[in-house]
């Protein structure tokens, strides 16, 4: 699930409580809203030197922002802490306000803490939320999920959507409470319900997935739609993701790059790759290869390290770009740090083929292998190749059946046969004919020329096998229809023989 701190971070967070205080605070002793329409400021500041509560407080957020005076959060805590002094809680949350405030210079979490905790304790729910988002944070106070669950819960009860939503999150990531997804859906649910994107989101997300409700597209559609239409980027790119697949909906590509789009220009990066790869393949739009690249290339610069990786396989190929080895390479790298198997092998095989580098078979060895042990099997298959070879490492049959066998496993025909020889000949494993056979068939049926031709050699010659020219003759003629000279050679001569 996302975490609402990717998208209203606590900054938004003091700009919306404090702008809704009446709304979200204590209400009761905060008329201010009157107050500040009919009051003069030179009244306002009588009344409040004279101890009236509800002028200090109106002063106060005068000052803090800058409402007929000069914004001065200094001023603005003069004037709440008399407020507060008194006892009044939605001071008590003003004050809280300004020092959790990271762009104010008073900026102080623990004394922020303070003040959130005795507006609390009156029931002032920003305050409640507030101190949550602290607890789970750490900020001013040692970090407590615990903590935070607890004033998530009472901001919760009293309707406020946000908390509401937090406290959905804490019981779909098992965070304070014991993870329970359908307690988490029921919480996303009443924040959703009052309209509140991210928790219209996760709702969605929870019924793509079957998280805490059953499983129903249809219904994630809805609540995918309801956050998109408010501009959540995340919702738009899963509603046009949706289109795209056809899940709770037709296929409809035009519908999906409408959706994509839109969170692609909100700068969302896996929209970007997404939109990126439809004009690639001409999904819902013409293909283009050129408006290709300018996606891949945005969410690229953003981090995106698949799109990295395509980015740079465009510059090598030349595909919607001026081709460029260099700026392959350097996308490459991008992408491989960040622990991409597929830009890993890329730089693997530029290294080894001195494409935009200086030939490295050691550094083609180092690229292959961090890919190969995320189970690259073409990264796989080249370490038996060069291990086989000794190009790039130390030459060692063992170590090339090691790999050969890795690829061979997931299905790649060219190490099947690599396998097949080593057992064949005894290299680097003991000497098998029968084992060498079964990887042959295995590559043979999946239309390998070479495993062909070694099949019908074995048969030819009775390795571990009885002899059978008519088996021989078959394996080496699907083998020559592939264009395979020894296997044309060898069955001319048992056909001149028959």
């Given at each position: 699930?996302?975490?609402?701190k990717?998208?209203?971070?606590?900054?938004?967070?003091?700009?919306y409580?404090?702008?809704?205080?009446?709304?979200?605070?204590?209400?009761?002793?905060?008329?201010v809203?009157?107050?500040?329409?009919?009051?003069?400021?030179?009244?306002?500041?009588?009344?409040?030197?004279?101890?009236?509560?509800?002028?200090?407080?109106?002063?106060?957020?005068?000052?803090?922002?800058?409402?007929?005076?000069?914004?001065?959060?200094?001023?603005?805590?003069?004037?709440?802490?008399?407020?507060?002094?008194?006892?009044?809680?939605?001071?008590?949350?003003?004050?809280?306000?300004?020092?959790?405030?990271?762009?104010?210079?008073?900026?102080?979490?623990?004394?922020?803490?303070?003040?959130?905790?005795?507006?609390?304790?009156?029931?002032?729910?920003?305050?409640?939320l507030?101190?949550?988002?602290?607890?789970?944070?750490?900020?001013?106070?040692?970090?407590?999920?615990?903590?935070?669950?607890?004033?998530?819960?009472?901001?919760?009860?009293?309707?406020?959507?946000?908390?509401?939503?937090?406290?959905?999150?804490?019981?779909?990531l098992?965070?304070?409470?014991?993870?329970?997804?359908?307690?988490?859906?029921?919480?996303?649910?009443?924040?959703?319900?009052?309209?509140?994107?991210?928790?219209?989101?996760?709702?969605?997300?929870?019924?793509?997935?079957?998280?805490?409700?059953?499983?129903?597209?249809?219904?994630a559609?809805?609540?995918?739609?309801?956050?998109?239409e408010?501009?959540?980027?995340?919702?738009?790119?899963?509603?046009?993701?949706?289109?795209?697949?056809?899940?709770?909906?037709?296929?409809?590509?035009?519908?999906?790059?409408?959706?994509?789009?839109?969170?692609?220009?909100?700068?969302?990066?896996?929209?970007?790759?997404?939109?990126?790869?439809?004009y690639?393949?001409?999904?819902?739009?013409?293909k283009?290869?050129?408006?290709?690249?300018?996606?891949?290339?945005?969410?690229a610069?953003?981090?995106?390290?698949?799109?990295?990786?395509?980015?740079?396989?465009?510059?090598?190929?030349?595909?919607?770009?001026?081709?460029?080895?260099?700026?392959?390479?350097?996308?490459?790298?991008?992408?491989?740090?960040?622990?991409?198997?597929?830009?890993?092998?890329?730089?693997?095989?530029?290294?080894?083929?001195?494409?935009?580098?200086?030939?490295?078979?050691?550094?083609a060895?180092?690229?292959?292998?961090?890919?190969?042990?995320?189970?690259?099997?073409?990264?796989?298959?080249?370490?038996?190749?060069?291990?086989?070879?000794?190009?790039?490492?130390?030459?060692?049959y063992?170590?090339?059946?090691?790999?050969?066998?890795?690829?061979?496993?997931?299905?790649?025909?060219?190490?099947?046969?690599g396998?097949?020889?080593?057992?064949?000949?005894?290299?680097?494993?003991?000497?098998?004919?029968?084992?060498?056979?079964?990887?042959?068939?295995?590559?043979?049926?999946?239309?390998?020329?070479?495993?062909?031709?070694?099949?019908g050699?074995?048969?030819?010659?009775?390795?571990?096998?009885?002899?059978?020219?008519?088996?021989?003759i078959?394996?080496?003629?699907?083998?020559?229809?592939?264009?395979?000279?020894?296997?044309?050679?060898?069955?001319?001569?048992?056909?001149?023989?028959?």
């Amino acid at each position: 699930m996302q975490k609402v701190k990717k998208y209203f971070g606590t900054f938004f967070v003091l700009a919306y409580l404090a702008g809704s205080a009446p709304m979200i605070g204590y209400g009761a002793t905060d008329s201010v809203g009157q107050a500040e329409t009919n009051l003069e400021l030179d009244t306002l500041r009588r009344a409040a030197k004279s101890g009236a509560v509800n002028a200090q407080n109106t002063l106060g957020k005068r000052y803090r922002d800058g409402i007929g005076v000069s914004r001065s959060d200094t001023e603005a805590i003069k004037w709440f802490s008399k407020a507060a002094a008194q006892g009044d809680p939605q001071a008590q949350f003003n004050l809280g306000l300004i020092y959790a405030d990271c762009n104010s210079a008073l900026k102080n979490y623990e004394t922020a803490i303070r003040w959130f905790h005795r507006a609390a304790k009156h029931h002032v729910i920003g305050a409640q939320l507030l101190l949550g988002r602290m607890y789970e944070a750490g900020q001013g106070v040692a970090k407590s999920y615990k903590v935070a669950a607890h004033w998530y819960q009472k901001a919760a009860e009293q309707g406020l959507s946000l908390a509401q939503f937090d406290l959905g999150n804490l019981y779909t990531l098992g965070e304070g409470v014991v993870k329970n997804h359908v307690t988490a859906a029921e919480w996303y649910l009443k924040a959703a319900e009052q309209g509140y994107p991210m928790a219209q989101f996760n709702l969605g997300l929870s019924y793509s997935l079957g998280k805490g409700v059953q499983q129903d597209y249809t219904t994630a559609i809805s609540w995918y739609q309801k956050a998109a239409e408010q501009g959540l980027d995340i919702a738009q790119f899963n509603l046009g993701t949706m289109y795209r697949v056809g899940y709770g909906v037709p296929v409809d590509p035009v519908t999906a790059v409408k959706w994509i789009r839109k969170a692609a220009e909100q700068g969302l990066n896996k929209a970007q790759f997404s939109l990126g790869r439809m004009y690639e393949k001409g999904s819902g739009v013409e293909k283009n290869l050129a408006a290709t690249a300018e996606w891949y290339s945005k969410a690229a610069k953003q981090g995106y390290a698949v799109a990295q990786f395509n980015l740079g396989r465009m510059y090598e190929e030349g595909r919607g770009v001026d081709q460029s080895y260099s700026k392959a390479i350097h996308w490459y790298h991008l992408a491989a740090e960040q622990r991409d198997i597929c830009a890993q092998a890329g730089l693997g095989f530029m290294y080894f083929g001195g494409r935009g580098v200086v030939r490295s078979y050691e550094t083609a060895a180092v690229w292959f292998k961090k890919a190969a042990e995320q189970s690259s099997l073409a990264a796989q298959l080249m370490l038996g190749m060069m291990s086989v070879s000794g190009h790039g490492v130390k030459q060692s049959y063992e170590n090339a059946v090691e790999w050969y066998r890795k690829a061979a496993e997931q299905g790649s025909a060219e190490a099947q046969v690599g396998l097949g020889m080593a057992y064949e000949k005894g290299r680097g494993v003991g000497q098998s004919y029968a084992a060498a056979i079964d990887w042959y068939k295995k590559a043979a049926e999946q239309n390998d020329p070479v495993a062909q031709y070694q099949l019908g050699f074995m048969y030819e010659n009775g390795f571990g096998v009885g002899k059978n020219k008519e088996i021989a003759i078959e394996w080496y003629r699907r083998a020559e229809n592939q264009g395979d000279s020894k296997a044309k050679k060898h069955l001319e001569q048992l056909e001149i023989k028959r």
